[in-house]
């Protein structure tokens, strides 16, 4: 079974940058849609962005123009620039391979005021 495994996570002041990534344990060129998503204390994991195969990429509307996603063969990346207080949480990354959805065990992003 696919494994994909987070990593990048931190402490950071508000205001500052991080970059995620997330490793598959098999190439992933032809997996169609990836994504990120975050789940903060207390609430409900929401996604946060996508990236297709040709790297089309979309945002949640509270990173638009903050965050970046990517991707290669074998990793999805996410670069968090102008980091809020609200983007604290875990980020998970997860991929549909086949019908089922793997997730990644999630990596935790701290912003500090």
């Known amino acids: 079974q696919v494994r994909l495994v987070e990593s990048g996570g931190g402490l950071v002041q508000a205001g500052g940058s991080l970059r995620l990534s997330c490793a598959a344990s098999?190439?992933?060129?032809?997996?169609?849609?990836l994504a990120w998503y975050r789940q903060a204390p207390g609430k409900e994991r929401e996604w946060v962005a996508g990236?297709?195969?040709?790297?089309s990429a979309d945002y949640a509307d509270s990173v638009k123009g903050r965050f970046a996603i990517a991707r290669d063969n074998a990793r999805v990346y996410l670069q968090m620039n102008s980091l809020r207080l609200e983007d604290k949480g875990v980020y998970y990354c997860?991929?549909?391979?086949?019908?089922?959805?793997?997730w990644g065990q999630g990596t935790q992003v701290t912003v500090s005021s």
């Open positions: 997860s991929g549909k391979f086949g019908t089922v959805t793997i």
């Open positions: 990236v297709g195969l040709r790297n």
């Open positions: 098999r190439n992933i060129h032809s997996i169609n849609n």
